[in-house]
């Protein structure tokens, strides 16, 4: 059993490590560092779902390992200082960081269709208050979970969700103006 766990471990490795590397690369994680972001993607993963990802099929897998190292890559430049807070007060917010594709087309971010609306979003998300654009970066950008969106902003996990209903319901009031 340790064995083939072990084989498994292995052939997720050997066949996603590459991938990780071109979106840690993508990312802007100097070279030099992307080697432990990479390992310490792959063991979260293992830690988190060391039991069930035997039984996944290769995009859940595929899904979840990006969705760890995009976290990673973020903690780590929150880490070395790329952003000084949660806010995007600074007004370079969109040429510091991207909003990646795989998070348009899911919420509000469905409606998205090019740069100019993505340039409105920003807007309205600069333009909030800042109790509400701490969570909506958070979560919506970054695509953190409730809960630890919850963690990082010491909130419980009702006001979290009513900030996100209350997000969601201004950017489509937002969405419709323009």
Not at 82 to 96: F, P
């Amino acid at each position: 059993m340790q064995q083939e766990q072990n084989d498994l471990l292995q052939e997720l490795y050997e066949g996603y490590q590459g991938a990780l590397r071109f979106v840690a690369h993508k990312s802007g994680i100097p070279y030099k560092e992307m080697e432990d972001i990479i390992q310490d993607t792959f063991y979260s993963f293992i830690r988190a779902y060391g039991d069930e990802f035997s039984e996944w099929n290769d995009a859940q897998r595929k899904s979840v390992l990006m969705r760890i190292l995009k976290n990673r890559c973020t903690d780590y430049f929150r880490y070395k200082g790329r952003y000084q807070s949660v806010s995007i007060e600074t007004g370079n917010y969109g040429e510091e960081f991207q909003i990646p594709d795989q998070y348009i087309g899911k919420d509000i971010f469905e409606y998205v269709a090019d740069r100019e609306d993505l340039r409105t979003i920003q807007n309205c998300i600069k333009e909030m208050r800042p109790v509400w654009r701490d969570v909506a970066i958070l979560h919506f950008v970054e695509g953190r979970p409730v809960p630890e969106v919850c963690e990082i902003l010491k909130i419980n996990g009702p006001a979290c969700r009513m900030r996100i209903s209350r997000i969601r319901k201004y950017l489509r009031e937002q969405i419709g103006k323009t």
